[in-house]
Structure formats: C-alpha cells, structure tokens
C-alpha cells in the first residue's frame, strides 16, 4: 500500500517558490530519504505533509487520504509525526514529561507504559535520566528524545528533519542505527530528511535528491550511493 505520495506539490514562501512540481511515493516499511544541500526545500518537504505549511498547487496523500490542506493535529491524528529539525523538545520539563507530551493524542491511555518501557530499551540512556530537564541532555539525547516523543505516538509514518545536524560522527552512528532498527522492528514507515547523504543512504532503501525544489534524481539507496553526479555533489567522493 502507498503510505505518502506527494503529486506534483508546489510550496510557496510569499512569491518564493520552494518546491516545483515535487514527486515523492512512499510505500509501507520503507525507509526513504531525500537529500540536498543547504536551502534545497527538504524542510519545507516535510512540512508540506505534517501541515505547517499548505501546499499552493498538488496534492499529498496519506494511504490514500487527501490530507493536502488539513492541519497539524489532525495529521498527527491519522499516523504522522515529525521530529522537527533542531530537536525541538521542552527543554523545562523532564524526559518522562516530555514523553507525555508525546502520547497526548492517545487514545489507549493504559497501553502506554508499556510503550515507554519498549522506548527505553530503545534508548537506555533515557531510562537513567527519565527524571532529568530536557535542557539538560547532551544534543546527542536530546535528539534521542525528539525521537522517541514521535514515537510515543506510535505513528505509521515518522518524518526526520535533519537527525544528524550538530552531533558528533559516533552519536550519529547510534541515531542512524536507532533509525534503522525502529523500521525493521516495528515496520515504522520513515520518511528521512539528511544532509549527510552518505550515511541516510545506508540506511534507507530508496532515495531522492533535492535540487533548487526540484526533484532531480530517485532511485534505490544502492544505486545512489554509485552514482557519479550523487557522489560528486552529495558524498565529497
Ligand atoms: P536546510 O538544510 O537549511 O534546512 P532545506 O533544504 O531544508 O535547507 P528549506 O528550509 O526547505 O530548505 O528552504 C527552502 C527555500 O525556502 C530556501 O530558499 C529558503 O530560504 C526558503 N524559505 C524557507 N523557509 C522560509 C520562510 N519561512 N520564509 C521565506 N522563505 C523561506
């Protein structure tokens, strides 16, 4: 089944056009990246389907859903979310209540303990600061708490802005790993936005490259990571 397919989306700041006439088909258990350098339009990507912003021209289909001009809360409702770029988390609040946060539109209330105990085999390093301030956390945790707020909501699709940005090569290691292993466990669809090319395409299946808001190049991870004109512009080879 098709889980995300963007049709001919056309995002615009004002007059500025972002995204021209983009193209994007997501299946079910697949982990996709698109890639691009600074400004290419991979945030308004991603925020083209949570809602944050609308697309001007196109469509964006959630398993067959129009969800084009709904907002925010309601695509988190349907199986959507996003760990922004920048880790967005409270930084005042605890793990634990940062966690809450996540489980906010839950209608199961009692399954969720459970769950934070799944996410904190996931992340063991969370466990030990559950009742630590967010603020507190290394950027390499803070990430690992953006990500495990998403999936306390236990989306079908989780959308990552950037999961790399400002981490040290070993934390990121972990992070794409973590990735890796939430796809391949619990069939969680992602949607992977990078700019270090070379190490979303490890993980991911297919990619997509992100050129001025246009879609330029898509093909499997493996064909990328071959390509020439991938590996010149995009993987300093
Ligand atoms: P980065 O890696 O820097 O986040 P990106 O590929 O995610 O880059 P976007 O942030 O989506 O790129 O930006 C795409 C284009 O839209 C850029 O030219 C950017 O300057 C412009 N843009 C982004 N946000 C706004 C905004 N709020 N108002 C006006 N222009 C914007």
């Known amino acids: 089944m098709s889980m995300l397919k963007l049709e001919n989306v056309e995002t615009f700041y004002g007059n500025i056009k972002a995204l021209n006439s983009v193209n994007i088909a997501i299946d079910e258990g697949e982990i996709i990246t698109l890639i691009g350098a600074n400004g290419a339009g991979k ?137 890796a292993r939430i796809n391949r466990d619990n069939g969680t669809t992602i949607f992977l936005v990078e700019q270090n090319a070379n190490m979303a395409l490890k993980i991911a299946h297919r990619g997509y490259v992100l050129q001025n808001g246009v879609i330029k190049i898509h093909d499997t991870a493996k064909n990328l990571l071959a390509n020439e004109e991938v590996r010149k512009a995009y993987l300093g080879v």
């Open 43 to 179: 945030s308004t990507t991603l925020m083209s389907v949570c809602g944050i912003v609308h697309p001007k021209r196109g469509h964006v289909y959630f398993q067959d859903q129009d969800i084009t001009h709904y907002e925010p809360e309601k695509i988190v409702s349907l199986g959507i979310s996003q760990v922004p770029e920048g880790r967005r988390i409270f930084p005042q609040l605890t793990v634990l209540e940062n966690l809450d946060m996540g489980a906010f539109l839950r209608k199961d209330k009692k399954n969720i303990k459970n769950d934070f105990d799944e996410i904190f085999t996931l992340f063991p390093r969370l466990a030990e600061r559950r009742t630590q301030q967010g603020g507190t956390l290394s950027g390499g945790e803070q990430q690992m708490l953006a990500i495990s707020r998403a999936l306390v909501a236990k989306p079908k699709l989780l959308l990552l802005d950037e999961p790399s940005l400002g981490l040290a090569p070993i934390i990121v290691h972990q992070i794409f790993e973590i990735i």
